[in-house]
Each structure stands twice: as C-alpha cells, then as structure tokens.
C-alpha cells in the first residue's frame, strides 16, 4: 500500500509561485514512477509532470518551462515547482505514484490562481 499526502497548495496572484510537495509513504521507498496531476472544474484530468527514477521527466505541453518536478529520496517527497502561473493553472493538484502495476493518489491540493 502506497499512501500519499500533497501539501501546498493556496492562493496564489497571477506570474508567482507555488512548490508542492508530496510526502510518500511506503516502508520508506518511493515508486519509482511519481507524477502530479491536475484536474479544473469541468474538465478531465491531466498529466502535468512525471519523473521517472531521477532521469526522465515529462511535462505537459501547457507547462512551457514554467514547472519542474524533482524528488528526494531521503525525505520520501516529491516536488513540483511552479512559477509563472496563471489563472488556467487554478485545479486541483494530485500526487501519483505507479507501483506493481497499480495507480496510487493522494487527495489533492487545491491552487487557486487570481488578483
């Protein structure tokens, strides 16, 4: 059983930034292929960032440079770094993690972009 636990997100003024964090729990081991998703009112879920190992990452087209998804190890965490956000990134934000051949989430953090 993998659980995970996103945390902070907010409110958040149009061009600043947020980091996201999501501690993963899993007799200390994090999957070794974590993602964040994201979900808007009315829309479907979307893939926003995945790290594969600490090699490969992807990103939405939508991300432009504006994300970077990181992990530590040694804290059981994933990041995702995100600046110059804008009012289309207001969703709610959900940690994943895939591990023998099951999709884990957390619960989601909301980020609310607006002035």
């Known amino acids: 059983q993998v659980q995970l636990v996103e945390s902070g997100g907010g409110l958040v003024q149009p061009g600043g930034s947020l980091r996201l964090s999501c501690v993963v729990s899993?007799?200390?081991?994090?999957?070794?292929?974590m993602a964040w998703y994201r979900q808007a009112p009315g829309k479907e879920r979307e893939l926003v960032a995945r790290i594969i190992g600490y090699g490969k990452k992807i990103y939405g087209d939508f991300v432009k440079g504006r994300f970077t998804i990181s992990r530590s190890d040694a804290e059981n965490t994933v990041y995702l770094q995100m600046n110059s956000l804008n009012s289309e990134d207001t969703a709610v934000y959900y940690c994943?993690?895939?591990?023998?051949?099951?999709?884990?989430w957390g619960q989601g953090t909301q980020v609310t972009v607006s002035s």
């Open positions: 994943n993690g895939f591990l023998g051949g099951s999709n884990y």
């Open positions: 899993r007799n200390n081991i994090i999957p070794d292929i």
